[in-house]
Each structure stands twice: as C-alpha cells, then as structure tokens.
C-alpha cells in the first residue's frame, strides 16, 4: 500500500460512499424497491411524513444551489465535478472540542434514519423529499457545546474550480446559515447525508448538508465545511443581501407575506400541468413540534 | 444593406406570423412529451413572458433599424402583435397553472406585488395597440394620433424589463440584458429626437 492520505471513504463502510456511477444505475432501483435494495442502512422515523414522495428525478433535477448556476437545472449539469471526498467540517467557537473533523469522525456514532420531510422553497414550490440523516443534536452533544453559546453558524464550501457559480459575486461567498441553539438542537433538525437510501447527490448537497423542514429551504445550507458555536446572531448570505425579504428565522408561515410571494399557498413538484396549489401550514406542518420554540415572538416582526 | 433589403421584401408578412408562432408549438410540444423538466408550470409561464419581452425588444429595433438603412417595417405589426399574444399567454398561464384561479390571492397579488402591478401595467399598455392594430384602425384615428398612441409601447417595454428585473433574486444577468436592451433602443430615439430638434432650431 502505498502512503496516500486516508480518505473518509477508506475508514467509513462501503455503503456510505458508493461510487457515483454505481449511485445513478442503482437509484432508480432503490426509489422503488425501498429500504430493501438501499445503500445506506438507516431505520425509520415517527417523524416521516406519510405523503408520496417526489421522484429522485424531480428532487435531483430541480434544485436552488447558486453555487452552480442560478437556473433550476444548473446544479444537476454542473455538480458532478464536486469533490467530496476527502470532506473536512472545521468545528470550532464555543465548545469543547473544536478542530477539524473529517467526516467520516462527524458520522461516528450517530444514528441514519430515514426523514420523509416536507420542504418548501420561499419561492412557492415544495416537494416531499426522503431524507437519510442524522439529529444535529447528536454533532453537538458529541463536540460539547459551551454555556455561552446561544446560535450555531454553517458554512458551505468555497471552491470556483468545482463551483462554477462561485466564479460571479451573485451572492456574497461562503454561502452562511445559522439557527439559534434551540432550534439547532430540536430533534426535527438533521444533517443529511443521504437521500432515498443513497448517498446523498452533489447537487443536493453533498456530502453533507442541513435539514430544518419547519424553515424556508435556503436556510438548509448545502456542502457544510464549518460549523461554528456563536454567542450572537450570525450572518446569514439571503439577510445580508436583502434584509428585508430574508429574515434570520425564515419560519415557514403562510401569514407572513414575502415582498415577492405570497406564502400562503404553494405549489407542490409533481403535481402536474393542472395540480394548482395547496395552503401553506404554518411552520410547514410542524407546528406541533416547533411552536413552543416562538411562543411569546412576534412572528410577523423576526420572519 | 441593399441586398438585405431586397430579401426583407421577398419575405411575406405571413411567414413573420408563421415564424413567430412555432416557439409557441415549440412549448406545447414539450409539455406534451414532459420535456419541460420537473416543473412545468413554471417553465411554461417563464417561456412564454421571455418570449413576450423577445417581441417587445425585437419591435422596438426596428425604428432605429430604418435609421441605419434596414427597412422591416412591413413586419413590425406582426411582431407587435406577436408580443401581445405571448404576454397574454403569459397572463393566462399565471392565472390558470400557476394561480390555479386563486381569485382571492390574485387580488392580493395584483395590489401588492410590484413585480405583478407593473407586469399588469405593462400587459395593459399593451391592449389599446393590439386592438388598434388594423389597418382601419389606423385610417380612423388619422397617422398621427395613431403614432402617438402606439408610443405606449415604450411602457410596456420597459415595464415588462423592470418586471423581470424585480422578480429575480440577487442579479442575474438575463434581465439587466433585456433592460440595457430596452433603455438602449429608446435612449436611442430620444439622441436622435434632440439632434432634430437641435438642426431644426439652428
Ligand atoms: C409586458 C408584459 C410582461 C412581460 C414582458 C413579462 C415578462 C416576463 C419575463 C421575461 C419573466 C421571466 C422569465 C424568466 O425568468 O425566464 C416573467 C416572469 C413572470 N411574470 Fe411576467 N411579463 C409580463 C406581464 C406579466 C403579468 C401581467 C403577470 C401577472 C399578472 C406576470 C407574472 C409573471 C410571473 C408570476 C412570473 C414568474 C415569477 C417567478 O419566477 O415565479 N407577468 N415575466
């Protein structure tokens, strides 16, 4: 053997890395034969929605990742030359054990399951996507969080050479989310590495990204390489260019108009050429789980 | 210049109709064979408002066109209509696919939603031209009223750029494009208006 550096992939079982081509031929395969025939060994949620999901193919070819291009296609053309492996998250600010961790150590220990998720983009479209991913909670509990943190930022990657996007300032890179401690530790936010029980795609995000179903889907940040324990509201890349469209807490809420949609209703992916629009429910249906974390907020004023 | 000329004559009027409809099948086709990708709806109405504002542009050049010696004037009501028919198809995609006959929300929209007032604005502007379109029409309202008039194409253009430009996030380059396009073709007269008036003041 020779001395090359040990990847993610060389110490994390094969199933969770898969080559891509082996990924494609075998998805379409997977989207149907469920859990059964899949890469990724995860066990299900009573947090899974029991709606149909949308298609790999629609959850795969219809994506926001500006990183790769503003059209809805642009990331399905131009992801596949992202490098993920070997893949980093540099975990640092207040906690325990800050350093960098290569992801292969960030999946140690924490359990896949299978998060059949509602999501809706603040563009008015939603899908129902069958995320495979783990409580982020268990990433910071392992890492230790310090008593004064009270908000976690996320980075996504910067790399021009991969990212054609990145190569105009449309947005100002790295791409930047956070959630306030209390939200990143409620059990319906995940990290998701996967997506019908493979791999998850480049475009979707890969090799690891977040997922918090009660929020517009810009604040999923995709690709993380950093993931910081703050004491203040971090920046966020939609609220720093347009504050006044994109707030920090981007809760889905149907009566919270935003200045170019109105939210009240959505248009859900798949629907087909007359499947109109169905209501938008508050914090996207998971009103139950979240609420408490808003109670006494003026949702109307922190959107 | 002559040459292109002479060509522009041979072509009939009607092959402009021809020509200007077939992106319009071009669509259909697509929808019909689910080529239009994961969100049909939505790519039905962006087509249909880019090609809208395609027309829009195209008609606006050929004024300054004939100024630098290429007369395609003869097509000019074809592609102005053209543009009618495809921001109206535009419209109605919103109205049926997208909307899905919301009336309620339309109304919301159409009250608070710049990006739709000034789309709703630039549709409007649009209606007194196509419906004075026909030649009797013109022979009714006299060549210089109708002259007048159809200067409202000017806010349709430029209302149907700025309606792009508002509804995209961050800044793409597409609509300011077709905005640079716009103010260009119209900063384009307005040169050429005050060098008139300059001459014949002199
Ligand atoms: C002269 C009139 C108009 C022109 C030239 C025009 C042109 C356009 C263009 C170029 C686009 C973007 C296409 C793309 O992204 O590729 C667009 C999008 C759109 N237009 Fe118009 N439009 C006009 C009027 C209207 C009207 C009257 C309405 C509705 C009341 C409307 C509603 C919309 C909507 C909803 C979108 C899509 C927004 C989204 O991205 O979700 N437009 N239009």
Known sequence: MNKAPLRWSDVTPRHLWLNRRAFIAGAGAAAVAGPAVAGLTYSPSAYSTSEEPNSLEEITSYNNFYEFGTGKEDPSRNAGALTTDPWSIVIDGLVDRPGSYDLADVLKDQPLEERIYRFRCVEAWSMIIP????????????????????????????????????????????????????????????????????????????PIRLVVPWKYGFKSIKSIVRISLVAEEPPTTWNMLQPSEYGFYANVNPTVDHPRWSQASERRIGAGLFGGRQDTLMFNGYEEEVASLYSGMDLAKFY | MDRLNALS??????????????????????????????????????RLGELGLQFLVAGLAITPLRWAGLNLIRFRRAVGLLAFFYVSMHLLAWVTLDMGLRWEQMAADLVKRWYIIIGMLAFATMIPLAVTSTNAAIRRLGPAAWNRLHRLVYVSALGGAIHYLMLVKAWPVEPLAYLAAVVVLLGLRLWRHGRRQVAQSA
Not at chain 1, 141 to 157: D, S
Not at chain 2, 23 to 43: E, R, S, Y
């Open chain 1, 131 to 206: 995320w495979i991913g783990f409580q982020l909670s268990g990433l910071l509990n392992r890492v230790g969080v310090q008593p004064g943190a009270k908000y976690v930022a996320f980075e996504t990657l910067v790399r021009p050479e991969e990212m054609p996007g990145q190569q105009s300032p449309i947005l100002d890179w790295p791409y930047r989310e956070g959630l306030r401690l209390d939200e990143a530790m409620n059990p319906l936010t995940i990290l998701a590495t996967g997506l019908y029980g493979e791999v998850l795609p480049n475009q979707n995000g890969a």
């Open chain 2, 9 to 46: 004559r041979r072509v009939p009027v009607n092959a402009v109709y021809l020509a200007g409809v077939l992106p319009f099948l071009w669509i259909v086709w697509l929808t019909l064979t689910n080529g239009l990708g994961p969100d049909p709806v939505k790519a039905i109405e962006l």
